[in-house]
């Protein structure tokens, strides 16, 4: 079974900082790119980031709301996803997954799909 | 960035209904389209992948269609557990974006 959990969450103030953890089993996550996709209260689903396998380039890659903020980095020999989110804002306030893109080919075409995800840790910033 | 663009974003209906949702991408995206179901309180999950391949374990009263800006899921029957919000997205370009979402509600 794969499993994909999220830590780190909690209470920060606006300008503060945050580190994510998503653990990963049952699954090769070296070979995979693994994404963040996070969830304001009440609101839709906004991809954060992405962190491409050894192979892809560039390494990781930001959404705009969140560039220069936040860094995406993973460890292979830990099987483990990180966010490191600093100068947070109010708007930055929301349950955090992860996802794990779990691309395949057909007729030559390459495609890519959230095939797990975790259960989500929550992120709230306030004074 | 691609839009994507859902409708309705939500909709009553009974058990047995069939239901279809709509999903509008400003842009080609092929059939790089992906659906997702999500729970209150729950991750996603997915439902459909490559605009119309139906993921493992979901049930066949789901379906998809469409390819270039234009696509549709549907459940041909709903069922109670069916109530939730589903997303859709594309998987065409960086970086990846959702619809707005669609709440399914008993009427």
């Not at chain 1, 994909?4 to 995979?32: D, K, N, T, Y």
């Not at chain 1, 804002?89 to 890519?112: M, P």
Request: aromatic share 10%; glycine share 12%.
């Amino acid at each position: 079974e794969v499993l994909l959990v999220e830590s780190g969450g909690g209470l920060v103030q606006p300008g503060g900082s945050l580190r994510l953890s998503c653990a990963a089993s049952g699954l090769s996550f070296s070979g995979h790119f693994m994404d963040w996709v996070r969830q304001a209260p009440g609101k839709g689903l906004e991809w954060v980031g992405r962190s491409r396998n050894s192979a892809g380039s560039p390494t990781t890659e930001n959404a705009a709301s969140v560039e220069g903020r936040f860094t995406i980095s993973r460890d292979d020999s830990k099987n483990s996803l990180y966010l490191q989110m600093n100068s947070l804002k109010t708007e930055d306030t929301a349950v955090y997954y992860c996802a794990g893109d779990i691309g395949y080919c057909s007729g030559g075409t390459c495609y890519s799909r959230y095939y797990y995800w975790g259960q989500g840790t929550l992120v709230t910033v306030s004074s | 960035d691609i839009q994507m663009t859902q409708s309705p974003s939500s909709l009553s209906a009974s058990v047995g209904d069939r239901v279809t949702i709509t999903c509008r991408a400003s842009q080609n995206i092929a059939n790089y389209l992906n659906w997702y179901q999500q729970r209150p309180g729950k991750a996603p999950n997915l439902l459909i992948y490559t605009a119309s391949n139906l993921q493992s374990g979901v049930p066949s009263r789901f379906s998809g269609s469409g390819s270039g800006t234009d696509f549709t899921l549907t459940i041909s029957s709903l069922q109670p557990e069916d109530f939730a919000t589903y997303y859709c997205q594309q998987s065409y370009s960086s970086p990846r974006t959702f619809g707005q979402g669609a709440t399914l509600e008993i009427k």
